[in-house]
């Protein structure tokens, strides 16, 4: 049978839960929620959930790691499920995407992201599918972009009252990606989300 890990991007610890860098995890946890599945061991250097679809079995990943070391995990998970790169979906924060879009991409740089970064340098190769979320820049929410200190500030921020309403609804579009990248590949995913505003 056929293994698909799915890894979402976060921080550890209930301080870091509801910030912005966080959505990763946040995505990780509604998939399990809707598949009925818990986060009931760690292993990997990340706390795992999984079910199984009938030709296929789904492990759910969150690292253990902070972000800047996610690198560690995916490496761990990629050899301990035999599985190829091709076949760890990457669920992560976007700055450079405005708040509640959504990008599916099968390969590709880090785009500034310190916790892809990791990931790239910790499996020698970009190729691995990942889902990216927008979390928006500082400056789209009136707060002035000044420096690579307050981009930091920003995303290991809250978001807004406003921000989360939306950020539950994209929240929602996520798992329909992901189930259809489980099903259906990567590049139906593409082709059914990457046009949806």
Known sequence: ?????IMGLGNPGPGYASTRHNVGFR?????????????????????????????????????RTFMNLSGRSA???????????????????????????????PAGGPGGH???????TGLNTDRFPRVRVGIGRPEESGQPLLSEESLIDYVLSP???????????????????LDCIVVDGIDAAMNRFNSVV
């Open 27 to 63: 995505c990780i946890d509604r998939y399990a929620l809707e598949h009925h599945s818990r986060f009931s061991r760690t292993a990997c250097h990340s706390r795992l959930a999984e079910f199984q679809l009938p030709d296929r079995r789904v492990v759910l990943a969150k690292p």
């Open 75 to 105: 490496r761990s998970l990629v050899h301990s499920f035999r599985i190829t790169p091709e076949d760890l979906v990457v669920v992560y924060d976007d700055v450079d995407l405005p708040l509640g879009r959504l990008r599916i991409r």
């Open 114 to 120: 310190n916790g892809v970064r990791s990931i790239i």
């Open 1 to 5: 049978m056929d293994t698909v890990v």
């Open 159 to 177: 978001f807004t009252a406003d921000e989360e309403s939306e950020i539950q609804v994209v929240i929602v579009r996520v798992i329909e990606v």
